[in-house]
């Protein structure tokens, strides 16, 4: 079992710039591949970033490419996302979420992460 625990969110202007961090519980968040998903009411979760295992492997969905900026400490276990030049269609509850201990790079669809945090707020609103 992992715990995942988001924190970071809140309001902010468009422009600004917000730094979200999810802490996992337990001894095998190394072993995990990554992911932070964002969900709006009445829409499907959708994935905004993911990395592997050591971080040195990223994915971007395209609508964050450039301003988004995903990272994770092992030692720490603690996944970050750094989002930049926010704009008001990114306000959304944030979660990250993590993958199986077995899992493969390259699955990026929500089914195939097995955990999840409860979720940080992010409005983006002048």
């Known amino acids: 079992q992992v715990h995942l625990v988001e924190s970071g969110g809140g309001l902010v202007q468009p422009g600004g710039s917000l730094r979200l961090s999810c802490t996992a519980s337990?001894?095998?968040?190394?072993?995990?591949?990554m992911g932070w998903f964002r969900q709006t009411p009445g829409k499907e979760r959708e994935l905004v970033a993911a990395c592997n295992r050591n971080g040195a492997i990223t994915h971007y969905d395209d609508s964050v490419k450039g301003r988004f900026t995903i990272s994770r400490d092992n030692a720490g276990n603690t996944l970050y996302l750094q989002m930049n030049n926010l704009k008001p269609e990114d306000t959304a509850v944030y979660h990250c979420a993590a993958q199986r201990l077995s899992a493969a790079w390259g699955n990026t669809d929500a089914q195939w992460y097995d955990y999840w945090g409860q979720g940080t707020q992010v409005i983006v609103s002048s």
């Open positions: 337990g001894r095998t968040f190394s072993g995990r591949i």
